[in-house]
């Protein structure tokens, strides 16, 4: 499975950004898609999930609200649509994927990295 993510850049406090992660390979394998986002001397942390079958969403409480995460109706596409932004949310954000839906929110058991990219959000 190989994972392509886009859509950061930089944006002011208040703004929205939509995370694009465009998947390929065996992604029958795995249970959906999620977004982990680390900031600066932080550990990585999980931020939202959603399943290929049936579309049942999970989100962190600091992202319940403000973002929102689909996919596109081909399965092969999840977004993370962020709104109302704030300086915290600065990090790089990464899609990842893993068999299992038990394991959704645990950064290390993702098998599926995509490369980072980096929201920047100025106050």
């Known amino acids: 499975v190989q994972l392509q993510a886009s859509g950061g850049g930089l944006v002011q406090a208040g703004g929205s950004l939509r995370l694009s992660c465009a998947a390929s390979?065996?992604?029958?394998?795995?249970?959906?898609m999620g977004w982990f986002r680390q900031a600066p001397g932080k550990e990585r942390e999980f931020v939202a999930a959603i399943t290929w079958t049936g579309g049942f969403t999970y989100y962190a409480d600091s992202a319940k609200g403000r973002f929102s995460i689909s996919t596109d109706d081909a399965k092969t596409t999840a977004f993370l649509q962020m709104n109302s932004l704030k300086s915290e949310d600065t990090a790089v954000y990464y899609c990842?994927?893993?068999?299992?839906?038990?394991?959704?929110?645990?950064?290390?058991?993702?098998?599926?990295w995509g490369r980072g990219t980096l929201v920047t959000v100025s106050s």
């Open positions: 990842a994927t893993t068999d299992s839906i038990v394991n959704y929110f645990k950064s290390s058991q993702q098998k599926y």
């Open positions: 390979g065996r992604t029958s394998r795995t249970y959906g």
